[in-house]
């Protein structure tokens, strides 16, 4: 019995014929599901099949099939509680995403893309979650992105009910009521059961009144009825408000043993139990014979390549900084109020999406706001919301940018962050404030270690760039990339970095390249390599070391993740390296060029200094000073280092 064409809510309601062809394939969807972890003797059944039939109704009306789930103008789906992943591959083949087989024979397995936890490698799968309470937010961001593109599109966000407590869950559902996402729709699968027993004895909890409360239009039904998940869904969003069903289930829905209990919210069952609940079904036991052989062989099904969509954007000319003393931040917003002045409503331009957590007058993008009111999103003090928001909008399509201190961009949401790496998002991450520039904010306000959280990560990018003029050219260069890229600045204003014979370095004809380290001092008795900003600090130490007839070369870094070696080579052959960095120096530039000299060989005497206990509060240069990151303090380091003390 063939599937039902429901993509759009194409009938008022369900036909008989209609809802005889969900159950069997909610039959089916069971088998599959639970064959997937009794072949790999480990997943989560129970929710995998309290949910299926909210999968495949989900699924069976979006406007997401095989055919556009690589597109960006389509509806969305999230599914926030990513270890249901057993049953959303068994509603994704039913659906003709792929063969079920595939996914019962390889579930957790190895190379295959059919991982334990929903991943975007899947067709169909469009955020990869398991870290429970991040999903609305995501589809607040994937909403943001189609209402920006222009696109009236629906996004649904599937979750537990047990991670109804997480906070995230509370800032995401207050942005999209304030942003009016009423194309946004919520299904909870509410089946009273979490991993350590009933909802009320872990943590009681009224979510119904919450996302009343929050402003969400909030609906009950039966979560294992067909027709009323059909009827609850088409009738979404007519109140203008975002809507949120909640789906009343069976935790372990038709697998007797399983059903309504905890015990298998995360275990397989016994060949034994499979068998009944197989036969129960109306399925074939042997079909997990079959998925084992099929096992021993090495994975077929590739899935698809995840790339974050290019940005199409006129980037502008960079501005000149000479004779305008600036700090780096005002450089980032500068330039990105440009680029929002050319390219917001001009047809064809990817729409660029600036987020803020009440800090626009300090991380400098309220001139983008004045610019691009509409693409401006203000998300209030809910940074956690707003990481995982920010990513999602870049995944689907937008430029998205979301700028705010150091210690709230990453230090704070460094998981969220870390999902959205995973997810190959290409968001676009400014965090200002960073070091002890900071200053007088004191050890709590100090970003210290963004170098080496974002080095924990494998495909961000980081830039820290020296003067204005570099950050111009960062700034337009980031807003053009698809990567997921961080810049990381400060607050204090700086000199332009200069070359006694041909200027400012970062101005005129400089391009900025990505990984490449830039010499702005010749010397011949040792080179310092400075991040960011040190620049201007280690060349004002270099020049008081040639007073004392000590030649030291300078090389300003501002990407620490990407080690250039050609001048790494070049500074261990003059014998001795020293690192300044306003960062722990444990984890930050200066390891990583230690590692590289390891990997790679080279002989150098090495100092890595940095940040090595938490800042005092005071002026920036003072709290410097403190921690031996002055000029004086850079010269000194350098003798002791030649010297071999």
């Known amino acids: 019995m063939s599937l039902p064409k429901l993509n759009g809510f194409p009938v008022p309601s369900l036909s008989e014929e209609d809802r005889a062809a969900l159950e069997a394939a909610a039959r089916r969807a069971r088998v599959s599901a639970l064959t997937m972890v009794t072949a790999a003797s480990s997943g989560h059944p129970g929710g995998a099949f309290s949910g299926i039939e909210m999968f495949l109704t989900v699924y069976g009306t979006a406007n997401l099939t095989p055919e556009n789930c690589n597109a960006l103008d389509r509806d969305y789906v999230v599914v926030s509680h990513g270890h249901t992943s057993a049953g959303v591959y068994?509603?994704?083949?039913?659906?003709?995403?792929?063969?079920?087989?595939?996914?019962?024979?390889?579930?957790?397995?190895?190379?295959?893309?059919?991982?334990?936890?929903?991943?975007?490698?899947?067709?169909?799968?469009d955020w990869g979650t398991g870290n429970l309470g991040q999903g609305l937010s995501a589809g607040v961001g994937f909403a943001l992105a189609q209402r920006a593109r222009g696109h009236k599109g629906r996004v649904y966000v599937l979750m537990g009910d047990g991670g109804q407590t997480k906070g995230q869950l509370a800032e995401s559902r207050r942005l999209a009521v304030k942003e009016g996402l009423t194309d946004l729709v919520a299904l909870i699968d509410w089946n009273g059961i979490q991993i350590s027993g009933r909802l009320d004895d872990v943590m009681p909890c009224n979510f119904r009144a919450l996302w009343e409360a929050d402003g969400w239009e909030v609906v009950e039904c039966d979560g294992h009825s067909f027709d009323a998940l059909y009827l609850a869904l088409k009738d979404a969003g007519r109140r203008g408000?975002?809507?949120?069903?909640?789906?009343?289930?069976?935790?372990?829905?038709?697998?007797?043993?399983?059903?309504?209990?905890?015990?298998?919210?995360?275990?397989?069952?016994?060949?034994?139990?499979?068998?009944?609940?197989?036969?129960?079904?109306?399925?074939?036991?042997?079909?997990?014979?079959?998925?084992?052989?099929?096992?021993?062989?090495?994975?077929?099904?590739?899935?698809?390549?995840?790339?974050?969509?290019?940005?199409?954007?006129?980037?502008?000319?960079?501005?000149?900084?000479?004779?305008?003393?600036?700090?780096?931040?005002?450089?980032f917003g500068k330039a990105l109020a440009d680029v929002g002045r050319r390219n917001c409503g001009r047809p064809g331009a990817t729409p660029i999406l600036v987020f803020d957590c009440d800090l626009a007058p300090s991380v400098m993008t309220k001139d983008f706001k004045a610019e691009c009111p509409k693409n401006f999103i203000q998300c209030g003090i809910q940074e956690h919301s707003t990481a995982t928001t920010a990513g999602a909008a870049a995944a689907a399509g937008t430029t998205a940018v979301w700028a705010d201190f150091g210690v709230f961009g990453i230090d704070e949401v460094y998981n969220q962050q870390r999902l959205n790496d995973i997810n190959q998002s290409g968001a676009k991450t400014v965090l200002t404030h960073v070091g002890l520039d900071v200053g007088e904010d004191g050890k709590t306000h100090q970003c210290i270690d963004y170098v080496g959280l974002f080095h924990n990560?494998?495909?961000?990018?980081?830039?820290?760039?020296?003067?204005?003029?570099?950050?111009?050219?960062?700034?337009?260069?980031?807003?053009?990339?698809?990567?997921?890229?961080?810049?990381?600045?400060?607050?204090?204003?700086?000199?332009?970095?200069?070359?006694?014979?041909?200027?400012?370095?970062?101005?005129?004809?400089?391009?900025?390249?990505?990984?490449?380290?830039?010499?702005?001092?010749?010397?011949?008795?040792?080179?310092?390599?400075a991040l960011g900003a040190m620049t201007q600090r280690a060349l004002a130490a270099a020049a008081a070391l040639a007073e004392k007839n000590v030649s030291a070369a300078v090389w300003s870094v501002s990407c620490p993740l990407a080690v250039d070696m050609k001048a790494l080579r070049e500074a261990c052959g003059l014998g001795c390296v020293l690192t300044v960095e306003d960062h722990h120096a444990d984890t930050g530039m200066g390891s990583i060029l230690a590692v590289a000299m390891a990997r790679h060989g080279l002989s150098a005497k090495m100092r890595n200094l940095g940040v090595t206990r938490y800042g005092d509060s005071g002026p920036s240069a003072a709290v410097l000073a403190a921690m031996g990151l002055d000029e004086k303090g850079i010269a000194q380091s350098f003798l002791e280092l030649r010297e071999g003390r």
Not at 262 to 272: L, Q
Not at 279 to 300: F, H, I, M, Q, Y
Request: aromatic share 8%.
């Open 457 to 529: 990560t494998f495909g961000w990018r980081l830039v820290v760039p020296a003067d204005p003029e570099q950050t111009d050219r960062v700034t337009r260069w980031m807003l053009g990339t698809p990567d997921s890229v961080c810049l990381a600045v400060g607050r204090s204003k700086v000199d332009l970095v200069r070359d006694p014979s041909s200027g400012a370095v970062f101005g005129g004809s400089y391009r900025f390249e990505y990984g490449r380290a830039v010499k702005v001092r010749d010397g011949k008795d040792g080179a310092i390599f």
């Open 90 to 125: 068994a509603a994704l083949a039913e659906w003709g995403f792929f063969d079920a087989g595939e996914a019962m024979a390889h579930f957790r397995q190895c190379g295959s893309v059919f991982q334990g936890h929903v991943e975007r490698e899947v067709p169909g799968v």
């Open 241 to 331: 408000r975002p809507t949120v069903l909640l789906c009343r289930t069976v935790m372990g829905r038709q697998g007797q043993a399983m059903e309504g209990t905890a015990a298998y919210h995360g275990k397989a069952p016994s060949s034994e139990l499979y068998e009944q609940i197989v036969r129960d079904l109306g399925g074939d036991p042997e079909t997990l014979t079959r998925a084992l052989e099929a096992r021993k062989s090495v994975p077929s099904f590739k899935g698809r390549k995840v790339v974050p969509p290019a940005p199409h954007l006129e980037l502008g000319t960079p501005f000149s900084y000479e004779g305008n003393r600036s700090d780096n931040r005002g450089a």
